[in-house]
């Protein structure tokens, strides 16, 4: 598995706003069948497919939409990681509840405190449903890391 064709893919789509703005309406959800929701997990979605690796039913068809559900899902497949590689999943859980928040693709360890990530529907003001695809640093401190594949 090319990991790193599913982190080019996802740099690709940097920029990339739901349309109309505020609407959850995207190319990512209109592929999943599941357009006008939160799409951050959507969005991890289409860019394994796209780059050849369709995840597996996590919920639906294509992977999953929500992020406990794909938490939950991972954590019983042993697929929780604490060294992340370019390609994998991140998922966030913003104010230490347990409950996941956000999700998106690692793409580099930048030192032992942070790491940069592509993430769908995240924005400066809002980091769990933005509305647009950005690079973000993350803190690893609120991250879970999930191998996939």
């Known amino acids: ?7 080019d893919i996802a740099k690709q789509e940097i920029g990339t706003k739901e349309n109309p703005r505020n609407s959850n309406k995207t ?5 999943f069948g599941l357009d006008g929701v939160a799409w951050c997990g959507i969005f991890v979605c289409w860019c394994y497919d ?4 369709v995840l597996e039913n ?8 929500g992020c406990q559900t794909a938490v939950a899902y ?8 604490t060294t ?11 104010n230490g509840d347990g409950r996941y928040d956000h999700t998106g693709i690692f793409v580099k360890k930048i030192d032992s405190k942070t790491f940069s990530t592509v993430e ?3 924005s400066l003001k809002n980091q769990s449903n933005g509305g647009e695809v950005m690079l973000r640093v993350r ?9 996939a594949k």
């Open 120 to 122: 769908g529907n995240t």
């Open 84 to 94: 992340p590689e370019p390609g994998d999943i991140v998922f966030f859980d913003w």
């Open 50 to 53: 796209q780059a050849g690796y």
């Open 1 to 7: 598995m090319n990991k790193q064709l599913i982190v």
């Open 139 to 147: 803190n690893f401190g609120n991250a879970i890391f999930v191998k």
């Open 58 to 65: 996590i919920g639906f068809q294509k992977g999953f939409a």
């Open 27 to 31: 190319k990512y959800g209109k592929w």
């Open 74 to 81: 991972f954590k019983k497949n042993n697929k929780i990681t």
